[in-house]
């Protein structure tokens, strides 16, 4: 008799599934990127490259089209204020986002897409359009609703605690 744990639960449980599946999902969104004949053509080589990460990937998820904090962005991206301090400086560097005066408070700075920012945003939304179309194509369309309305119910925390 094999007095062995069973330790398989370590590599099947739903949080290391859907950690898996979200960096092949960036991971396609990013190759999609390279690819992508409406990206900005000097971030599609970077992306090409693999000069942009998952972690660049959250400016492009949650920066507000009217721009937004740092501490915001960051408490959005989940990140600590100075990671994310270190991605817009990457970011302003290639051309994606400025920094801009906030006119609420003259002692504040807001992230704000720059043009070239805005035609990357178009091109995510197409890459993560194609993605889940990959997706849905992958696991069937039925199969993929549900996926999408349970995690969109956990992640609101609407389902039990």
């Known amino acids: 008799m094999d007095?062995?744990?069973?330790?398989?639960?370590?590599?099947?449980?739903?949080?290391?599934?859907?950690?898996?599946a979200l960096r092949h999902f960036d991971e396609?969104?990013?190759q999609l990127m390279a690819a992508s004949e409406h990206a900005p053509l000097a971030l599609?080589?970077?992306?090409?490259?693999?000069?942009?990460?998952?972690?660049?990937?959250?400016?492009?998820?949650?920066?507000?089209?009217?721009?937004?904090?740092?501490?915001?962005?960051?408490?959005?991206?989940?990140m600590t204020k100075q990671a994310m301090g270190d991605l817009v400086d990457q970011c302003a560097a290639w051309g994606l986002v400025a920094?801009?005066?906030?006119?609420?408070?003259a002692r504040a700075r807001r992230i704000v897409f720059t043009p070239?920012?805005?035609?990357?945003?178009?091109?995510?939304?197409?890459a993560?359009?194609?993605?889940?179309?990959?997706?849905?194509?992958?696991?069937?369309?039925e199969v993929a609703t549900v996926v999408a309305l349970g995690l969109e119910v956990y992640a609101d925390g609407q389902g039990p605690p």
């Open 116 to 126: 070239t920012g805005l035609d990357w945003l178009a091109a995510f939304r197409a």
């Open 44 to 78: 599609a080589h970077l992306a090409a490259r693999d000069k942009v990460g998952a972690a660049h990937v959250h400016i492009t998820r949650h920066l507000p089209l009217e721009g937004a904090r740092l501490t915001e962005l960051a408490q959005w991206a989940g």
């Open 99 to 105: 920094r801009q005066a906030d006119p609420r408070d």
């Open 3 to 20: 007095d062995t744990p069973d330790d398989r639960w370590r590599q099947t449980h739903l949080g290391r599934l859907l950690g898996h």
């Open 128 to 141: 993560v359009a194609q993605a889940e179309d990959e997706f849905r194509a992958a696991v069937c369309v």
């Open 28 to 30: 396609r969104v990013l």
